[in-house]
């Protein structure tokens, strides 16, 4: 049982950044056109929805949102945060020796 959580978790954190990462590609494309652009409030929400490696890959793949102090901190803040939330949880989930 356990397996499978861990497998729908990884999964889930798969898509999640594929999603962010495109996400940066596509507003980025869309910036270069002029056209319609996909809300910041988008894209950091993504990200802290489990998508930060692929918001932090896109933004740098992209050098899209690269000269925005909020993105450069931000992203990199809400992966630390991500990464800390995961340490805490193996913590707390692995069996005692």
Known sequence: MREMTTAVILGYLVIMNV?????MGVDKSRAKRGAWRI??????????LGGSIGALAGMYTFRHKTKHLKFVAGMPAVLVLHITL????????????
């Open 39 to 48: 809300p910041e409030k988008t894209l950091f929400s993504l990200s802290l």
């Open 19 to 23: 999603i962010a990462f495109a996400a």
């Open 86 to 97: 995961a340490a805490v949880l193996l913590y707390r989930l692995a069996p005692l020796s």
